[in-house]
């Protein structure tokens, strides 16, 4: 059993910043990897970012360079510090981790707009 609560989202305008924040509770002790991923209307859901048990990140094109993906071991947290925001980042937000046994869960979502 796994809870994740996120939050930081809201308006930007364009060329702006956001940190993301995902909290996780219960069960995490054999997470292994944590990501972002969004959704928005029209477009196919989109994985942006992991980052993996050893550290190793991985980006999608359309954020590389602007989004970084960190997390705090201490805090259970993991973040997504989102810079240079477009307009076509408007989406909602989901934070999940994967757990050894083939197990994955996910946050509530945040909304994040950026204005044109």
């Known amino acids: 059993q796994v809870d994740l609560v996120e939050s930081g989202g809201g308006l930007v305008q364009s060329g702006g910043s956001l940190r993301l924040s995902c909290t996780a509770s219960g069960r995490i002790f054999s997470t292994y990897v944590w990501g972002w991923y969004r959704q928005a209307p029209g477009r196919e859901r989109e994985l942006v970012a992991t980052?993996?048990?050893?550290?190793?990140?991985n980006y999608a094109d359309s954020v590389k360079g602007r989004f970084t993906i960190s997390r705090d071991s201490r805090k259970d947290t993991h973040y997504l510090q989102m810079n240079s925001l477009k307009p076509e980042d408007t989406a909602v937000y989901y934070c999940?981790?994967?757990?050894?046994?083939?197990?994955?869960?996910w946050g509530q979502g945040t909304q994040v707009t950026v204005s044109s």
């Open positions: 999940y981790v994967h757990l050894y046994g083939n197990l994955a869960y």
């Open positions: 980052i993996r048990i050893e550290g190793s990140t």
